[in-house]
C-alpha cells in the first residue's frame, strides 16, 4: 500500500512529538500533557509546519484519531468510576454542574454585551464560556492515579451534568439568533431524551453487568470481553451524539457499565495499551489547533487575557460555591478541574462563526482562550492536588513505573 | 464534539460487523478473518451498503485505520519472529520467494498474451498476479497459534522477498509501458536500496536491542517501552514505503526488532489488545471492496474463475517447488500461504487502470481475483495445518480462552 506512506509519517510525527513533549513536561514536574498539547502546538501550523491545518479538519484521518482517542481515554476513566460513588456525590456534582454552567453564562455575557455585541450575540458568545471538556481534567487525574478521590467523582457527576446544560444552552442561543425565539417544548423534549438516555442506560446497564457479566465470555475471541464493551463504546459515544450530547458522554457511560462486571480488572489492563497509541493523537491535535499568529498583537493579547481570566474565574467560583460542602481545599479543586474548555469551546466558537455571530476576531480568541484553559488546568490541578496529599497523609502517587 | 456522530456510527458498525462475522466464521470452523472479510462484503456496497465507496477510498479515515491495523497487525507477527530463526530458513525462504514471483508472472503473462492484450500490457496484468499479501496468511498462523513452526518461518522470509521483487517488476512493467525500456541502472540501485534497508534496520536493529534494551524502560511514561517500538513501528513502516516497499514490511521489521528486547513478553501481550481494536478495521475495509455485482454477469464470472485458479495454482507450483526440501506437507503448507494477494493485488489493478493499461473489465477481475485468494486461503491453510498436527502430534491449538 505505497500510498499510504504520507499519512504514517504524519502519524509518526504526531506520536513521538507527543512522546517527547510528555517527558520533557514529566521532567519539569508538570503532567505529561501539558507536554503533549505543547508539542502538538510546536509540530502544528504555528511553528514548525509538520502538521498543517487542512490535516487536522473536521473528518480527516487525524481528526477521527484524535476523537477515538478522547473517546477511549473518557471509557477508560469510566472503566475506573462505579454508579455507586457518583450517587453518593450526586447533590454535589448536580450544584457544581448548574453553578459551573450559570456563573460563566452570566459573566460571559456581560463581558460580551460591555465589548459591544447585542443581547443576543451576547448570548451565543458566553455559550462558548459554558462547555466544560471532561478529557483535559480526566486524563490529569488518571496521570496522578486520583481518580478514587472523592473530588474526581464530583467533577466527573459534574461534567456529564455540564455537559446536558450546555447543549440546552447552545440550542435556545442558536435559535435566538434567528430572532423567532425559542421553542420551549422542543427543548424540554431534548431535557428529557438527554437525562432518559444517561439513566437508562447509566442505571440500566450497571445492573444488568452487574447481575450478570459471564457472557462477555461466551463467544469463541479469546478477547471478547474487551470487544464487546469497545463495541459497546463506540455505539454509546455515536448515540450520546444523536441526543446532542458529546460523544465522551456515551464513552464514559459505557466505561461505568463496564466497571461494574466481573472482567473490569482485565479491561482496566487491556485498555492501558489502548490509551498509549491513541490518546497523543487527540492532545497533540489540541495543541496543534493552538494559533500562535494571534498573539502577535498586543491589543488582542490583552483582549485574550481578559477573556481567559473571566474563563478561569467564573468556572472556578461556580464550581467552588457548588462543592462548599466538601471543604474550601476540595472546593478548590473540583472548581479547577472544571476549568478547560478545550475542543468544546473551539466546537462552539466555529459554529459560532459559520452562523455569522462571531467575528474573526472574536472566534480566534474564543478559540485560543478554551485552549488555554486546557493547558493552565493541568499544572495547577496536579499541584492542588499534590499538595492536599502532602497536607493529609502522604499517599503514594504512582507517577513511577507501574 | 457533535460532528464526529456519523464516524462513529460508521467505526461501530465495522467493528461489530468483524465481531458477528469471525464468531460465525468459527463456529462453522473457520478462521475468524474469513468472516470479517465476509462481514465487510455484507456491510459494504455490494450487499447492504452501510458502508460506501467514498468512505473506504484512499486516505478516508477508515482507510487509515484499516492500514494501522494491518502494520500493527504485521508489527505483532514480527515479535513473535526471531530474526535468527529467519536466517536459519533463509535458503529456502529465498528459493520459495523468487519461483513464488517467477511463476505466477510467467503464467499470468501467457495468460494475459492469450486473452488478446500485446505483450508489453501482458506483463503488467503479470504483476498484479505476483505481489502476496502476508496479512492475510499472517493472521491465520497467529489464530491458529502456529507462527512457531518452520513453514511460518519461511513464509514470513519468503514475503519480504516477494515484496522485494514485485517491487522491482513492477517498476520494470510500469517503464515499459512508456515504450523507452528501462533504466537497468536505476533498478539496480531500487534493489541495493531495499535490501540495504532491511539488512541494515533488520540485523542493526536486532544487535542493538539484544546488546541493551534496557533504556526503553527509562522515560517517565510508565508503558514507554511500549511507546518507543509502537513510534519505530510507524517510523519504520513510513521508511519501507519510501524504498518502495509495503508499509507492512517495514512494521514487521519493527516488531522482529522488538522481539530481541527483554520486554518482549510485556510488548506482546500489549498489543492484543491493539490488534483486538485495529485489525477488524483492516478485513472488514478488504471485503467491503469485493464487488459482487460484477458476477452477475456468466462470462465474467467464468473469466474470474479462470484468473483465480491461474493465480492459485502459479503461487501454490512456485512455493512448493521452493519448499519442496522441506517435505511435500509442509511445501504445501508454504505454497497456499503465499496465495493470498489481497489489498496489494488491488493496489496494482488500481495503477493499471490510471496507467490505462488496464481496461474496466479486467480491473474488477484482478480486484475480484485479489479479493478470492485472500477469502480461500484461510479455511485451506487452516485445515492443512490442523491436519499436519492431527497427523503427526497432538499439539494443543490455541483455539479457547487464553
Known amino acids: 500500500m505505497h500510498h499510504a506512506g504520507d499519512i504514517l509519517l504524519t502519524l509518526f510525527i504526531v506520536f513521538v512529538a507527543a512522546q517527547i513533549g510528555s517527558e520533557i513536561a514529566q521532567r519539569l514536574k508538570l503532567p505529561g500533557v501539558v507536554g503533549e498539547i505543547a508539542a502538538g502546538c510546536v509540530v502544528g501550523p504555528s511553528v514548525l509546519g509538520w502538521i498543517v491545518p487542512e490535516q487536522i479538519a473536521t473528518g480527516t484521518p487525524l481528526d477521527v484519531l484524535a476523537e477515538v482517542g478522547v473517546v477511549l481515554l473518557l471509557f477508560s476513566v469510566g472503566l475506573e468510576t462505579r454508579l455507586e460513588d457518583l450517587k453518593k456525590v450526586g447533590k454535589v456534582a448536580f450544584l457544581v454542574g448548574v453553578l459551573g454552567v450559570l456563573v460563566p453564562f452570566g459573566m460571559g455575557s456581560l463581558w460580551a454585551h460591555g465589548s459591544g455585541f447585542d443581547w443576543s450575540r451576547s448570548l451565543f458568545v458566553a455559550a462558548a464560556f459554558v462547555a466544560t471538556s471532561a478529557g483535559i481534567t480526566a486524563r490529569v487525574l488518571q496521570e496522578l492515579g486520583a481518580l478514587q478521590r472523592v473530588e474526581s467523582k464530583v467533577i466527573l457527576g459534574a461534567a456529564v451534568i455540564d455537559d446536558i446544560l450546555a447543549m440546552l444552552l447552545l440550542g435556545v442561543v442558536v435559535s435566538l439568533q434567528g430572532g423567532e425565539g425559542f421553542d420551549l417544548l422542543h427543548l424540554l423534549t431534548v431535557l428529557v431524551g438527554a437525562i432518559g438516555f444517561i439513566a437508562v442506560i447509566g442505571i440500566g446497564g450497571a445492573r444488568v453487568m452487574r447481575w450478570n457479566s459471564a457472557w462477555l465470555d461466551k ?176 499517599v503514594e502517587i504512582p507517577e513511577t513505573k507501574g
Request: aromatic share 6%; hydrophobic share 55%; charged share 15%.
Open 219 to 394: 463467544p469463541r475471541n479469546p478477547q471478547s470481553a474487551l470487544a464487546i464493551v469497545l463495541a459497546l463504546c463506540l455505539g454509546l459515544a455515536y448515540v450520546s451524539t444523536r441526543f446532542g450530547l458529546a460523544a465522551i458522554i456515551g464513552a464514559f457511560l459505557a466505561g461505568m457499565i463496564a466497571s461494574e462486571t466481573r472482567q473490569q480488572h482485565t479491561l482496566e489492563k487491556q485498555t492501558q495499551p489502548l490509551l498509549a497509541l491513541l490518546t497523543p493523537f487527540f492532545f497533540v491535535v489540541t495543541g496543534s489547533k493552538i494559533d500562535l499568529h494571534l498573539l502577535a498583537n498586543v491589543e488582542t493579547e490583552i483582549m485574550l487575557l481578559v477573556v481567559t481570566l473571566i474563563a478561569i474565574a467564573s468556572k472556578l467560583i461556580g464550581g467552588f460555591l457548588g462543592a462548599l460542602s466538601l471543604g474550601r481545599r476540595s472546593a478548590t479543586i473540583v472548581g479547577f478541574g472544571m476549568v478547560p474548555r478545550g475542543e468544546v469551546g473551539v466546537v462552539i466558537a466555529s459554529l459560532g462563526l459559520t452562523a455569522g455571530v462571531f467575528t474573526d476576531r472574536i472566534y480566534a480568541i474564543i478559540v485560543a482562550m478554551s485552549l488555554l484553559t486546557a493547558m493552565v488546568t493541568p499544572p495547577v490541578l496536579a499541584w492542588l492536588l499534590r499538595r492536599g496529599d502532602a497536607a493529609k497523609k502522604r
